[in-house]
């Protein structure tokens, strides 16, 4: 059995304030409707002895019946297992001497024990449903998980990629860009390998994440090509998922940049309150259908990772406006 973890002493501390409070309620009820202290009393005495068992039941199957048998598939002994707990749970009730009980119990004193045996089944199945559905919850938690790093891991070496092909054309031109732009890339690489780790960063470390990328891709335009970048940050310490809009920049870039006629590149991150919008307009100049690099990432991949880390709480824009511009807008609530 797995050590508990501070999350399931607080599942356990819940569910005990909850049953209490179960168990006090006719009391409470009793108290409100006469103000008697007898009739409270008889109420919590009541309550203790029909549903008492129940509760016992449900913990036990809850924290040991169903995760060590009903889970391990021991359905056999799952079965004698709560047969005997229900027979000893309510032993109490079969073994006593029904003459010897308050006249208010000895009226259908069979359907109470009836009805309390019942009870005790209905713990069973709550105790069944609830695990199940934590199971499925944490099972598609680690499916999600590991479908995040795997889109991550897809971004790490295609920025990498298109890095150490801009400086290896930077090479053959001037050696001392090219020993700045290889510090540059240093700096992403620490990032990407050290800071991305966890599941959000905060927010000044992304920006300056994208500045470094953006200056090094800046590298393969030439004069035809301008790049604007602008970042508007209001609260540096805000977090936001790593990595997320890097392929956007990426195939801006990568269709965004020409030789031969003038072109531009424009990108934008802003905060407004607790919503990030990112910006990305970029020519439209496709790359032939024989290139295929980088293929399969970019858009895909940014949308896909937001339907899994912000559902319901982005929009998405994308079209290509007349004057041939390929528009990009996302608006995240962090």
């Not at 169903?66 to 005997?84: I, Y």
């Not at 934590?134 to 790093?149: F, G, I, T």
């Amino acid at each position: 059995m797995k050590k508990m973890q501070p999350k399931d002493i607080w599942l356990l501390v819940a569910q005990v304030l909850l049953l209490s409070l179960i168990m006090l309620s006719p009391a409470l009820i009793s108290y409100i409707s006469s103000g008697d202290s007898r009739l409270v009393v008889e109420s919590m005495w009541i309550a203790f002895y029909w549903l008492a068992p129940a509760m016992g039941v449900y913990l036990v199957n809850f924290y040991l019946f169903v995760p060590l048998l009903w889970v391990r598939h021991r359905f056999w002994l799952f079965g004698v297992a709560n047969v005997l707990l229900l027979i000893i749970s309510n032993l109490h009730l079969i073994n006593n001497d029904i003459n010897t009980l308050p006249d208010y119990f000895r009226a259908g004193y069979s359907l109470f024990l009836i009805i309390s045996l019942l009870l005790s089944v209905m713990a069973i199945g709550i105790a069944l449903s609830i695990r199940y559905m934590m199971r499925r919850s944490e099972r598609r938690q680690k499916e999600v998980e590991a479908e995040l790093a795997w889109l991550k891991n897809q971004i790490n070496p295609h920025f990498l990629f298109n890095t150490l092909n801009n400086i290896s054309s930077l090479a053959q031109i001037d050696a001392d860009e090219t020993q700045e732009a290889i510090m540059q890339l240093s700096d992403l690489l620490r990032y990407a390998m050290y800071e991305t780790n966890k599941p959000k960063v905060r927010l000044d470390g992304e920006v300056e994440f994208m500045r470094n990328y953006i200056e090094l891709m800046k590298l393969r335009c030439n004069e035809m090509t301008k790049v604007d970048a602008q970042f508007t940050i209001h609260n540096a310490q805000s977090e936001i998922a790593p990595l997320l809009f890097i392929s956007l920049v990426e195939n801006a870039f990568k269709h965004g940049m020409n030789s031969n006629e003038p072109a531009s590149i424009n990108i934008r991150l802003e905060q407004q309150d607790d919503t990030l919008v990112f910006v990305c307009d970029n020519t439209n100049n496709p790359k032939p259908t024989k290139d295929r690099s980088g293929s399969g990432i970019g858009l895909e991949n940014t949308r896909r990772r937001l339907d899994l880390l912000y559902p319901g709480c982005y929009t998405w824009e994308q079209a290509i406006t007349t004057e041939n511009v390929y528009h990009v807008k996302i608006s995240i609530r962090l």
